[in-house]
C-alpha cells in the first residue's frame, strides 16, 4: 500500500514540480508575505511589539486567503482532469484503489504547499526578524504559522479533491472550487458578522458565534494563531473571540476538516465512473 | 469452462432507459486472440469496463481468473488498453512506464526492454508532449506487457497508427498470446482482424449475434461467394444469358452463389471452353459477414 502510495506521490511531484506549480505558489508565496512585512512595518512603535510579531500577524491575514487558493487550484483537476483525458480508467486497471491514489496526490500537493509556506513565510519572517527585531515568542508564532498554513492548506486540498470527484469535468471542478473559496473564505465570515451586528452582543454573539467561527476551517486557523500568542492576538484585534473558547477547539477543528475532507473525496471518487 | 481467463455469464447493464448490454455471455481461454466487434455504441468498452470493474452490472456476472472484476487479483492479471491513451504531457515515456510497473508491483528492470519492444525507446526520456498519436500508443501498448498478464483486453488498438506499426502491433499481440494471454481486441477496423484472431464476437445494441471462429461464421452466414468470370471476344453477353450473371464493365460477369454451388457452377463454366478467359473467386469476407450479422439479417 504505501509503495504504491509512493508510487503515485513520486509521480504528481514531478508534474508539480514541471508543470511550474511549485515555482508559482512559491514566488506568490514569497511576493505577498514579504510585500506585507514590508507595509506592515509601521504599528510596531504603538503596540510595543517586535516587528516579527507585526509581520506573523499580517501574514495570517493573508495566509487565510491564499493558503485555501493555492490548494484549491492543485486540486481542482486532480481527478477530474484525470477522467477527462482518459488517465483515469488506465490506472484503476492497475491493482491501485481510489484511497491509495488519493493519498498519493495528497502527499505531493501537501508536500509542494509545504514548501511554497516554509520559503514564504520563512523569507518574510527572516526579513522582519532582521530589521526589526524578534524574540523567543515572535519566533513560535511564525513556526505556528507555517504549520497551520499548512494543515489550512490541506484541508483545501481535500475539499478540492472532493469538489474535482463531484463535478464531473475539470471546468465544473475549477467553478465549484472558487464557489467553496468565495463561500469559507468571505460569505462565511460575512453572514457571521451581520449576525453578530443584529444580535447586539446577545446569546447568540456570546455561545454560538465562537464555535460557528471555530467550525470553518480558515476561521479555526486564525483563532489558533491568535489564541496561542497574546502579540499576534494584540496585532489582529481578534483577541476577543478567541478567547471565548477553549483552547483546545480551534486546533481540533482544523486538524480534523482534512480527515473529513479526505473521507468525502474517497466517498465521492468512488462514485465516478471513469 | 474451467480452464477460462474470462468468464462472462448473462450480462446486463441499463443506462437511464438504454439497455447497454443485454444477456451477453462470452468466455476467453489461455492464449486465444478474441475480435470484438460492433459499430459505436453497441456494448464492446461498457462491457470492457465492466470486466475491468469500473462499472458493473445489473444482471449476470463476469468472473476473471477465478476473481470478481475490480478485484485486486483481477487487477493484477488484467492489461487494459483504453481507446484513446492520454498521459501526461509533462511526464516522460520512462516516467510514465516506471509508475505503471511500480504499481503493477513488476520488475523496475524490465522498463528500459519494454520501451525498446514496441520501438520507443529513442524518445523515453521526451515528455509525452511531444509524442505523435502513434507513439502515444505504443507508450500504452509497452504497459499492456507490463507484468506478463493472463488477459488484455485492447480498445481499438490499432486507431492512429500507420501500417507498419498496426503489423507490429499484431506481432506482439501474437506473441503475448503465444505465451498464453487471453487477448481481447475491440475494433471497427476489420481488416487485420480477420488473419489475426481465433474468434470473433459481435456485438449489436448491447446483444452478442455472433460468437465463433471467422470459417464458421462465414458458413453459418451462407454468403454467396462472387464469381467474376471474364468474357473472350463478345462472349460476355452469351455467358451472362447462360448463367443468369450481370454484366459489368462490358468484358465480365458477375456471379453469385452459396458456397456449396460453387463447384457446380466453376464447372459449368468450365464447360463454355474457349468463351471463359478467367475466373476470379471472391469468398464473403469479414466485411459482409460483419455486415450480415451487425444488420440482424440472420435473427
Redesign the interface.
Known sequence: MIRRILAIARIEAIITRRNRWLLMATVIMVLFAVALTLAGSAPTGTLGVNMLTVSVASMTTLSVYLAPLLALMMAFDSIAGEAERGGLGLLLSYPVSRAEILLGKFLAHIAALAFAMVIGFGTAGALAALSGGADAASLAALLRLILTSILLGAAFLSLGYMLSALAGSATGAAGLSAGLWLVFVVLYDLGLLGAVVFDAGGWFTQKVFPWMMAANPADAFRLWNIAASDGVAMATGLAGAASALPIWVAPVSLLLWPVLGLLLARRFFGRLEP | MADSILHIKNAGKSRGAMRVLEGVSLNAEPGQRIALLGHNGAGKSTLM?AV?G??TLDDGRITVDGARPGS?HA??V???????????K??TGR??LT??A????SDMAQVAGYLDRVGIADAADR?IGTYSKGMRQRL?LA?VLLGRPKLALLDEPTSGLDPISRHELYAIIDEMAAHGTAVVIASHTLTEVEARTDRIAILRDGRLVADDTLDNLTLRAGLPTRLRVRAHGDAAARIADETGGTRVNGVSVDLLCTPDRKMAELRRLSAMGEAVADIEMHPPRLEDLYRHYSKGDSQ
Open positions: 469496463k475491468l469500473l462499472t485486486a487487477r493484477t488484467t492489461a487494459y488498453l483504453p481507446e484513446a491513451v492520454a498521459f501526461h509533462s511526464l516516467e510514465q509508475l505503471f511500480r504499481l503493477a508491483g515528455r500504452g504497459q
